[in-house]
């Protein structure tokens, strides 16, 4: 891959369904025309919506974006589960939904909001014996993952639709990271003692990127956009203007007298990205935990 280095930055991408992030990945090295591509925060191949690429130098910056809290659009089937808890999966079970009122359905969905213990679904990015478990699941291999703590936010019940026997529900979801959308649905189903499975996934935000500023990829073949680097430290963190003296102890890494409260990005005087700190015990001293010059 000749020619000019892209600018360091982010790619907020708009995935199309089957696809899956690895895939992303290598589309956008052949549009960056770099090798040094990577992505924070995978999205499953059924699933459409926000995944954040990073190229150049920015890829340090995805081990450390404040991605914790994510958000999706989702349609639940409640009825029919499937081996994949997802439309992609076999068919398990089918029950009717007929007697099912809207306040017992909404009452399902709502007891899923809070700190929870989730088993991820099977379907998903986690690793199992170094494949993952979506790949394992999807070649007909039982997948047995542990319940871990999860955090759902808010989950709104949009609409509520009667198809034959079973019954869709639209919801909108804000989660923290590892949250399994797919998990909630067959959740609900078992609380209500139908089924239930995962008809449609979209991911409308990852952190402070949302839908309004990513691409899909033939629109990033037309016209390649690229979040520079400073733009995407002052969305994701705390930032904080540094003067030349400061500056200048950054570039090689010194510590600051500088009282932080979290991980913050801090700038040089012209605006460029120098580096990630934290505080430290002294609260009046900060150490850097990433440098991005050079």
Request: proline share 4%; aromatic share 4%.
């Amino acid at each position: 891959m000749n020619g000019p280095r892209p600018e360091p930055g982010l790619v907020i991408v708009d995935k199309s369904g089957g696809m899956t992030s690895h895939d992303v990945v290598a589309q956008v090295r052949r549009l960056a025309g770099t090798r040094k591509v990577g992505h924070a925060g995978t999205l499953d191949p059924m699933a459409t919506g926000v995944l954040v690429v990073g190229i150049e130098r920015a890829t340090r910056l995805l081990g450390h974006l404040m991605i914790t809290e994510k958000a999706y659009d989702a349609t639940v089937r409640l009825g029919e589960s499937t081996t994949t808890d997802d439309a992609e999966g076999e068919p398990l079970a089918t029950a009717s939904t007929g007697h099912l009122t809207e306040e017992a359905i909404g009452a399902a969905f709502a007891g899923q909001v809070g700190d929870i213990e989730q088993v991820p679904t099977a379907v998903s990015a986690i690793k199992v014996d170094g494949k993952r478990a979506y790949a394992l699941a999807r070649a007909g291999e039982q997948v047995e993952l542990k319940a871990r703590p999860v955090t759902v936010h808010e989950l709104t019940v949009h609409e509520i639709r009667r198809s034959g026997d079973a019954t869709d529900v639209d919801i909108s979801v804000r989660c923290s990271s590892g949250t399994y959308v797919r998990a909630i649905a067959r959740d609900v189903g078992a609380e209500l003692a139908v089924g239930g499975h995962l008809t449609a996934l979209r991911r409308t935000a990852v952190g402070p990127y949302g839908l309004d500023v990513a691409h899909t990829l033939d629109e990033l073949g037309e016209e390649f956009a690229v979040l520079p680097i400073a733009d995407a430290a002052r969305a994701a963190f705390p930032a904080y203007d540094l003067d030349e003296r400061q500056a200048s102890d950054v570039r090689v890494g010194r510590r600051l007298a500088l009282g932080l409260d979290a991980l913050t990005a801090v700038f040089a005087p012209d605006g460029a990205f120098l580096a990630l700190y934290e505080p430290t015990a002294d609260a009046a001293v900060a150490r850097p935990v990433a440098v991005f010059t050079g």
